[in-house]
């Protein structure tokens, strides 16, 4: 079938943000073949650098020396690492950047006569340090040289493959044989190869294959294994054997410096020795239609890894055979009764004179003994392959186009493939689990590349469009299909070129302000930028780094929310969100447009109440044109961040700005009153029970209006969380009295100055304004020293005063006592995210525990 007659029939004329898996999914009820069942991509994701590697480091202030130490984490270009000797501790664990710091592999400093010799904090901690060090390299893996010098050091090593490399690659027919390649694309791993010497000729061959394919090998791999470097057959006749010759002298005066070597194929499978002879009879799926099984031999064993399979033709004029190199572990080769055994269809081979075929007599008539079934690999069925699952496949007839595929059937470890988009339609295709040529749903978008999808009938799109519409500002219905006539065409239009949704590098300025809502710690631990890429990839993975990088990030994922009276024209994802144990979900708008990306970044700041600078396509190396630096919080606040009003939670589609509200005088300042109560949730009663121009609804939001606006995904558990967590919130919050706003004015002024907070828990009351006036504070004797304070033991003080409901905080931040006594009172407002009220409330107990402290253990 001819590659005009396999042109796709969907995708390849619109716009790829079209199309977007999850909706595809939701649409269609299905779910998607789970990603860690495609080995291949995993691999290629690695960079190398894996933690538990040694390497060596120079000394800080001592160049001309060095000392062991072992990778811990791997965050791009940054390692943080720890030297040896420390252990398990990690208090001296430090980052470095792998392109400026002065690494190297071991054993480096002995090849330079240079010592070995540990840092300050170490000298006096042990005697025998060679002692040390031979212990501590006992089986460990070094650092490849290769990854720390040269062309490798800092990058990714598929960006190595770049385009212009040059490869070896075996032949199909005779691994005794192989050929330089260049590499005309790369696609996330994906090479598109072209036979060296055939450039400038008409109908170049090419080849597609994964970077990790077992004959594929880096420059001096066919000399160093005593292979011929011959041009495929099939090649040889296009030029003279002078041209040929000369072509492979170019090629190996490229061989003195290659960009990859044999540690960059570390990861190709193995091939093991097979007990195949020839002449044995067995099954196989056709190369040329991967649709069918039919019967196949051994034509020849070239050695103990590779022998040679053909198809079976019994036409006397057949031509030539379709034959293809094997191993012990290739796909798509059965023994003999696999279909019948596994209710497979088996194609006759041509020219077989019977309608059905029958293996005993095929046999018999052949004279010919079955492959036996130890020669072949144990099948195994733990895959995660199921039926209606989705993914992305490789058209074997037209291996450039990758399509949305279907399983239909899974047998053993193969898989039948419904290709969507193909016309004219084709056949199921057989495919092993294991193949390349099979990727995870949005594989293409992450890595650029076009993917072949089912178009969308053009109703369903208008219907999509039409409920985006906010119903408050709903235009007039003469004048809406005109609207949405103009968005279809703009979309059409910006079709055209790829380039516009191409998003720059995003960077992460962690000098730069990080607002109230970011740790500014986590930031400085992102990676210096994301990107090149598509618009939706980039900034969908900058704001899930973000969420991560918040002291809750569910309340980072609430400010970015998508609002309904939104005026931009972006593209709607949705992002998830994990804190406490629990998880939210919004859909979030982002920009697919490379010319408003500049201003998204800038706006979302602004939304964070953080630098307008702190992530964006600009770089700031030292000084922030924003010079926020020299600003507080509360100035920075003041002048940048956002002046919007506070919503009490309320379900998405039911927003309601409080500006416009019924607002009391002189109740700001009441809320002073219970400004020591610090309620992690409300319950929905004290909702119910708020006006909504109360100064409950004015003040800040808490944990509760981000779980009303979220989705949740944790379920009835989360709800039976709230409803505990709520009923001691209601009765610390609730006063005994009704509401004030049911009170006539007179008795209302009479009640609240008489009463006071009522509490249920006397353990967790906090002292009246009088009671602080009136009792001394009793003397606090401490145990133990808090420098040998675990996080428990912090935990454990904190829930025994009346801060308890902070102790969640001191857990998740992993506080220990050395770290509670460096907390003053600008540390905790900053780091713990607490108003000035229970930060004042907290440091007054950290004071207590400061003073016991330097009373009774400090010399």
Request: glycine share 8%; net charge neutral.
């Amino acid at each position: 079938m001819s590659q005009e007659q396999q042109e796709s029939g969907g995708g390849s004329g619109q716009d790829e943000s079209d199309f977007n898996w999850d909706e595809y999914l939701e649409e269609n009820g299905v779910s998607a073949v789970p990603h860690h069942a495609f080995k291949h991509v995993d691999l290629s994701l690695q960079s190398g650098l894996s933690p538990g590697m040694k390497l060596e480091v120079a000394l800080r202030g001592e160049p001309a020396a060095c000392w062991v130490a072992t990778i811990i984490t791997t965050c791009g270009q940054l390692l943080l690492l720890r030297y040896e000797g420390y252990g398990a501790d990690r208090r001296a664990d430090f980052w470095c950047d792998i392109m400026t710091a002065d690494l190297h592999p071991l054993g480096w400093s002995q090849q330079q006569g240079l010592p070995l010799r540990p840092p300050e904090g170490l000298r006096e901690k042990y005697s025998d340090w060679a002692a040390v060090l031979a212990h501590g390299q006992e089986g460990a893996c070094s650092v490849p040289a290769n990854l720390l010098e040269g062309p490798h050091r800092g990058k990714n090593p598929l960006d190595l493959l770049s385009p212009g490399s040059t490869l070896e690659l075996q032949d199909s027919e005779d691994p005794g044989l192989a050929w330089a390649v260049v590499v005309e694309e790369n696609a996330g791993g994906r090479l598109r190869l072209r036979y060296a010497g055939t450039e400038g000729l008409p109908q170049t061959p090419q080849r597609w294959l994964f970077y990790l394919h077992p004959l594929l090998h880096p420059p001096g791999w066919a000399e160093q294994q005593g292979c011929a470097l011959t041009p495929p057959a099939a090649l040889r006749a296009l030029r003279t054997e002078a041209d040929w010759a000369e072509v492979l002298q170019k090629v190996r005066a490229q061989m003195p410096e290659p960009p990859v070597t044999q540690e960059f194929f570390k990861d190709q499978p193995v091939i093991g020795p097979h007990c195949f002879s020839e002449g044995m009879k067995l099954e196989a799926v056709d190369p040329n239609a991967p649709f069918a099984i039919r019967p196949a031999t051994v034509a020849k064993v070239f050695s103990e890894q590779f022998f040679l399979v053909q198809m079976d033709d019994l036409r006397e004029e057949g031509g030539d055979r379709v034959s293809f190199l094997c191993h012990r572990g290739s796909a798509g080769i059965f023994p003999a009764q696999w279909s019948l055994k596994n209710g497979v269809t088996l194609s006759p081979p041509p020219g077989y004179p019977e309608q059905d075929f029958d293996w005993a007599d095929y046999l018999k008539q052949c004279g010919a003994e079955p492959a036996p079934q130890h020669c072949f690999p144990v099948e195994q069925t733990d895959h995660g392959f199921k039926e209606s699952m989705r993914l992305e496949a490789v058209n074997p007839l037209a291996p450039e186009h990758i399509h949305v595929a279907t399983v239909t059937k899974v047998k053993g470890q193969h898989i039948w493939l419904h290709l969507e988009a193909v016309k004219p339609p084709v056949p199921e295709c057989i495919v092993h689990v294991h193949s390349m040529d099979i990727f995870p749903v949005s594989w293409c978008e992450t890595n650029g590349y076009t993917l072949r999808h089912p178009c969308k009938p053009k109703v369903q799109k208008q219907r999509r469009v039409a409920v985006v519409q906010p119903e408050k500002q709903a235009p007039p219905r003469n004048t809406r299909p005109d609207a949405l006539r103009q968005q279809e065409n703009g979309q059409s239009e910006s079709g055209l070129g790829n380039g516009k949704y191409c998003c720059p590098k995003i960077y992460f300025n962690h000098r730069c302000f990080s607002g109230p809502y970011l740790n500014k710690g986590r930031i400085a631990e992102l990676p210096q930028c994301v990107g090149p890429g598509s618009c939706v990839l980039v900034l969908k993975e900058v704001l899930t780094l973000l969420i991560n990088a918040a002291y809750k990030p569910s309340r980072v994922l609430r400010e970015l929310q998508l609002d309904e009276e939104a005026r931009w024209r972006g593209h709607g994802e949705t992002l998830k969100a994990k804190y406490k144990g629990k998880s939210y979900r919004a859909t979030v708008e982002i920009v697919r447009t490379a010319d408003r990306v500049a201003e998204f970044c800038r706006k979302t700041c602004i939304k964070l109440e953080c630098c307008p600078n702190l992530f964006g396509p600009r770089m700031v190396l030292e000084h922030c044109s924003e010079n926020c630096s020299v600003l507080t919080k509360t100035k920075y606040t003041h002048y940048y961040g956002k002046k919007k009003s506070r919503r009490i939670g309320r379900p998405p589609g039911g927003h309601t700005n409080l500006e416009g509200g019924v607002k009391k005088p002189g109740k700001r300042r009441k809320r002073r009153k219970h400004f020591f109560v610090h309620k992690k949730k409300r319950s929905s009663a004290s909702l119910d029970n708020t006006p909504a121009g109360s100064p409950q609804g004015s003040g800040e939001e808490e944990d509760l209006d981000e779980e009303d606006s979220l989705s949740e995904d944790s379920g009835s558990e989360l709800q039976d969380e709230l409803q505990d967590d709520s009923e001691v919130s209601e009765r610390k919050s609730q006063p005994s009295s009704p509401c004030p706003a049911e009170l006539p004015p007179g008795r209302d002024r009479r009640r609240r100055k008489i009463r006071s907070p009522s509490f249920s828990d006397d353990e967790n009351r906090p002292p009246s304004p009088k009671g602080l006036r009136a009792e001394v504070p009793e003397k606090l004797r401490l145990e133990s020293s808090p420098l040998d304070w675990s996080v428990a033991d912090v935990v454990r003080f904190i829930r025994s005063t009346d801060c308890a409901p902070l102790a969640r905080i001191f857990l998740d931040q992993e506080i220990d006592g050395q770290a509670l006594l460096l907390l003053t009172l600008p540390t905790v407002q900053e780091c713990l995210d607490l108003k000035l009220g229970p930060a004042i409330k907290l440091c007054h107990h950290i004071e207590r525990v400061k003073l016991a402290f330097y009373q009774q253990f400090a010399s």
